[in-house]
């Protein structure tokens, strides 16, 4: 069975054909990213009108490059919220036309539960990953970070979020400090290679805390007095970016560490959302699975840890698939969309 999938919650336009909610027949990403490259930011406005442009050709692409034709499509999977309100629209305003033009049934996704599904995406002809519950997911990106200890695709539970600033947001924000383009965690990471990660102390923020939870506002701070009191710092990106990812990546990994403790249940680690495709994370993630003996794994290429349509196509086929009657053109389009403490989109 072939799910379209459409994403456009922030600056990307995307469109995906996945099969059986897991195998990737094309997941073709088209982002504005490059025009906001100085901004430390995305303009919505200017967003959306791109978005609008490019919906069409972005579609033919995915359709062609999966070789097959919407009379082959058995859903449509789109992003309802939470994003950018008129970049949000173009996609599910988009999926409604198609729906009903092509008469298809729609399925309105969170954003979130996308990037939840994401580790199930293997490239076309390549075996499934075998995935088994419980499993902990660590879902980081620019505009949350949480924990979740789910039992299947719609049972879990939030067992933590952060308190302030979601670990994506710390990495845009200190690299706008270091003078690094947006977004900052690639450029962070680019910046920091071969850096020294231990060379600036930074806090390891809630230690004391007896709760799962993550803060990242005492981290941006911490550089920010650096940047102002150290002119040694000023002009040493390299280590300074080292140090900041290190400090950031270490938090998740501490708070990870503890879930683990108290959850013994878990049998795999899923790194999520855009922070999962930092490879330092991944390193010091591995560090503590395997001290858990649990199964580490985040999403099998960069392009689905980052907003894709892929991931909104899979978590369309499995809620189809646990909840039929979420099938439903009649979604509302949501900017502030939260996923309730429990894993359930009713
Ligand atoms: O999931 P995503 O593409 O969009 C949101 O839903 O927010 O995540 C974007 C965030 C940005 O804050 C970006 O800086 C961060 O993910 N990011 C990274 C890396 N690649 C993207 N953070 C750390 N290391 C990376 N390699
Ligand atoms: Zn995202």
């Known amino acids: 069975m072939l799910t379209l999938g459409i994403e456009t919650s922030c600056d990307e336009t995307s469109v995906a054909v996945v099969r059986d909610g897991t195998q990737v027949l094309s997941n073709v990403i088209s982002s504005s990213k490059k025009s906001f490259e100085r901004l430390a930011g995305v303009i919505p406005e200017e967003a959306a009108r791109q978005q609008v442009a490019c919906m069409t050709p972005v579609l033919d692409a995915a359709l062609k490059e999966a070789r097959c034709t919407w009379r082959d499509i058995s859903l449509i999977a789109v992003t309802k919220g939470p994003g950018l309100l008129g970049s949000l629209l173009v996609g599910t305003t988009s999926a409604r036309v198609l729906g009903a033009t092509w008469g298809i049934p729609v399925i309105g996704v969170h954003h979130t539960l996308g990037h939840l599904s994401s580790p199930w995406l293997v490239p076309a002809g390549q075996p499934e990953a075998g995935i088994r519950f419980p499993v902990l997911t660590l879902s980081a990106s620019g505009g949350h970070t949480d924990l979740w200890h ?16 979601a670990a994506g947001e710390a990495f845009d924000k200190g690299a706008s400090m270091l003078g690094l383009p947006y977004p900052g965690g690639p450029s962070i990471a680019a910046a920091a290679e071969h850096g020294d990660i231990h060379l600036y102390d930074f806090p390891m923020p809630l230690h004391e805390d007896a709760t799962l939870d993550f803060s990242f506002s005492g981290l941006k701070t911490s550089l920010k007095y650096l940047l102002r009191d150290r002119s040694d710092a000023r002009d040493d990106t390299r280590n300074v970016a080292a140090s900041y990812e290190h400090a950031l990546c270490l938090h998740l990994c501490d708070r990870l560490g503890r879930a683990l403790r108290t959850h013994q249940d878990i049998r795999e680690v899923h790194l999520v959302g855009g922070v999962s495709a930092n490879l330092h994370l991944r390193t010091l ?10 199964t580490l794994r985040h999403p099998s290429a960069i392009a689905y840890c980052t907003d894709n349509a892929a991931m909104i196509a899979a978590a369309g086929f499995f809620l189809r698939l646990e909840q039929p009657d979420a099938v439903d053109a009649a979604f509302r389009t949501v900017a502030a969309l939260p996923l309730n403490d429990t894993l359930s989109q009713k």
């Open 150 to 165: 789910r039992t299947s695709h719609l049972e879990g539970r939030l067992i933590a979020r952060t308190r302030d600033d």
């Open 285 to 294: 993630a591995a560090d503590v699975c395997r001290d858990r003996r649990v």
